[in-house]
């Protein structure tokens, strides 16, 4: 399994946006959603924004009406924009990609939100 990699992390002042990226590899077959988890320090990693296949959406109430995620399918590639930054938004960032034979993590990028 060929890890995705993760664009697009940094330190923003709160407030301000953020536009995270992903690029699956090619060889995952059949790719059945992408999306983005986060893990803050000392806390559990949760679940941030999905997208299927067939373009569904699916946040965490935590971003609801701040985060937007979504896919170029020609580019196996998942984007998750970010506005309205909060300190709480600050952690590492994870892109999952799952196949009909895989379930791949990034290795992550770090978002700083500094307040």
């Known amino acids: 399994q060929v890890q995705p990699v993760e664009s697009g992390g940094g330190l923003v002042q709160a407030g301000g946006p953020l536009r995270l990226s992903c690029k699956a590899s090619r060889t995952i077959f059949s790719i059945i959603r992408m999306g983005w988890y986060r893990q803050a320090p000392q806390k559990h990693r949760e679940r941030v924004a999905v997208i299927t296949s067939d373009g569904s959406t699916n946040y965490a109430d935590s971003v609801k009406g701040r985060f937007t995620i979504s896919r170029d399918n020609t580019k196996n590639t998942v984007y998750l924009q970010m506005n309205g930054l909060k300190a709480e938004d600050t952690a590492i960032y994870y892109c999952?990609?799952?196949?009909?034979?895989?379930?791949?993590w990034g290795q992550g990028t770090q978002v700083t939100v500094s307040s």
């Open positions: 999952n990609v799952v196949g009909i034979r895989d379930n791949v």
